[in-house]
């Protein structure tokens, strides 16, 4: 969906947007399993913990397969190393962001602001929205969200629906 090429060679962040190989993987695993504070403070057997990350992993990919099929899965790369991964996919009318997720140890460099910024001028360019969801217990996102201009939609006792317009 996103298309580098399309975009002015000045950017704030050197970011890097390539599309997911079968090789990266292990990147999401890992990266998945940094977004998952909750079940890293569990107290029980690293083993089983790492049995629920996975199983829960495999859980979020069925779903988006499911409600996403012709999802673009993407990597963010910063400098060379794969910092986030972007899941984009066309909806009613929309350009939606299905998820974006960086490295804790990646986070504050603008990485995901960068990412978003270049969805919003694709989107302009098209004539649509960007929509996404945050959890409500995400204060950084949302404080990063509305200082792109998104503003809420509508909301349910976890998340809140994003949208943008050109």
Not at 61 to 79: C, F, K, T
Not at 135 to 150: H, K, M, P, Q
């Amino acid at each position: 969906m996103y298309n580098e090429a399309a975009t002015p060679a000045l950017t704030t962040v050197p970011l890097h947007i390539r599309p997911a190989e079968p090789a990266d993987q292990a990147f999401f695993a890992e990266l998945y399993r940094s977004t998952r504070d909750d079940l890293l403070a569990l107290l029980a057997d690293p083993r089983y913990i790492d049995g629920i990350i996975a199983m829960q992993q495999q859980a979020q990919v069925a779903a988006y397969r499911d409600s996403y099929p012709d999802a673009l899965y993407q990597v963010l790369e910063l400098d060379g190393i794969a910092a986030g991964r972007l899941v984009t996919a066309s909806v009613a009318g929309a350009l939606r962001v299905v998820d974006i997720a960086v490295l804790p140890a990646m986070r504050g460099r603008g990485v995901a602001g960068e990412a978003l910024r270049r969805l919003q001028r694709q989107a302009a360019q098209q004539g649509r929205d960007l929509t996404l969801a945050v959890r409500r217990d995400r204060a950084g996102a949302r404080r990063l969200y509305a200082a792109l201009g998104f503003v809420p939609e509508s909301e349910d006792a976890v998340n809140l629906q994003l949208r943008w317009r050109a």
